[in-house]
């Protein structure tokens, strides 16, 4: 285990990006950038070990309100965390010379503290490791 993120709230899903664009591609815009921003601001401080290897591999285990939304709907927010975290400095990039895999754990109900619980581990440690 290198780091473990909690970022609380529900994210915007695929469905809602999309008719958000289909309606206004500012409105759409607007939606990223906030979303992006949101994991800036939760992320900002949070450090990766000095001695890191990367690549990476990112775990995301999603706590949502109810199990309405499908689960691709859903995990279309980690492209907004992504950019967030990369915007916050936690992450260089997330090229694949950084991160190889984004592994989404489960979707897991929790109406009342919905999150995205996210674990970064090191690939070439979870291969030794094995």
């Known amino acids: 285990l290198m780091l473990k993120i909690n970022l609380s709230g529900e994210f915007t899903d695929l469905n809602?990006?999309?008719?958000?664009e289909r309606r206004n591609r500012f409105l759409a815009s607007k939606i990223k950038k906030e979303e992006t921003e949101r994991?800036?601001?939760?992320?900002?401080?949070?450090k990766l070990p000095t001695d890191v290897e990367?690549?990476?591999?990112?775990?995301?285990?999603?706590?949502?309100?109810d199990l309405r939304?499908?689960?691709?709907n859903i995990s279309f927010a980690k492209k907004f965390i992504a950019d967030g975290m990369v915007l916050s400095g936690l992450l260089p990039e997330d090229s694949r010379k950084y991160v190889r895999v984004w592994r989404d754990m489960d979707i897991?109900?929790?109406?009342?503290n919905p999150r995205v619980e996210i674990?970064?581990?090191?690939?070439?440690?979870?291969?030794i490791d094995k």
């Open 16 to 20: 809602t990006y999309i008719n958000a």
């Open 69 to 72: 939304k499908d689960a691709d």
């Open 108 to 112: 897991i109900v929790d109406k009342e």
């Open 39 to 46: 994991v800036y601001y939760l992320t900002k401080g949070k």
């Open 119 to 127: 674990v970064i581990h090191s690939f070439v440690s979870q291969a």
């Open 54 to 65: 990367f690549p990476l591999i990112i775990e995301l285990m999603w706590y949502v309100k």
